[in-house]
């Protein structure tokens, strides 16, 4: 099960924390990714972190968004600075197990705006 935090109002320019914590073992073992689903538009990807610790981003975050993992914790994390109204989703963490297995977490509402 994963259960995302951090959803709330931010002003353009500004920053946040996601959080999307796991419950069961083998945390270590999944690649983490992080989407999100924009008004009026289909869900998307956003970030994706390995058991390895490899980071990759879409373009629209790249150089904003920082996506990490405490594997102790079950925790991943999505750091969002330089906000613009675009960013504005509901921001929703995935697992995928080494047997290609994806597990969904329930979503969280984020928005820019002033």
């Known amino acids: 099960q994963l259960v995302e935090s951090g959803g709330a109002l931010v002003q353009p320019g500004g920053s946040m924390k996601l959080s999307c914590a796991a419950t069961g073992t083998n945390f270590g073992t999944f690649f983490m990714h992080w989407f999100r689903r924009a008004p009026a538009k289909e869900r998307e990807w956003v970030a994706t972190?390995?058991?390895?610790?490899?980071?990759t981003y879409d373009d629209s975050v790249k150089g904003r968004f920082t996506i990490s993992r405490d594997d102790d914790k079950n925790t991943v994390y999505l750091q969002m600075n330089n906000l613009i109204p675009e960013d504005t989703a509901v921001y929703y963490c995935a697992a995928t197990s080494s047997r290609y297995e994806t597990v969904w977490g329930q979503g969280t509402q984020f928005t820019v705006s002033s």
């Open positions: 972190i390995g058991t390895r610790r490899v980071e």
